[in-house]
């Protein structure tokens, strides 16, 4: 139970890190093809908990056009053995289209 405890204490100032900094994050699960935001990457780009995209391809149309080529490059990167890192920085159309 004390570990829970740990874990639930820990998410939260996790959280409240990202917010403060203003930063989103996700994970992708590469095996379902299933993309998981952080609660306040739903805000930030403007959607409701689970109405974002879920999928890759999904994903990839939210990236700005210009940007989309070095993000594809970089996740291709990121899914090989050798190379499991994945960070990188680009434009997202919002919920609201822009």
Do not use: K
């Amino acid at each position: 139970m004390q570990n829970a405890s740990y874990s639930h204490a820990l998410q939260s100032s996790l959280s409240q890190v990202l917010e403060a900094v203003d930063i989103g994050v996700w994970e992708y699960d590469h095996v379902s093809d299933r993309m998981f935001w952080s609660p306040w990457l739903y805000a930030l780009l403007g959607y409701d908990i689970g109405q974002a995209p879920s999928s890759l391809a999904a994903w990839l149309g939210l990236i700005h056009r210009d940007d989309l080529p070095g993000v594809q490059a970089r996740i291709a990167a990121a899914l090989t053995p050798e190379n499991s890192l994945y960070e990188a920085e680009y434009r997202l159309r919002a919920a609201d289209g822009q």
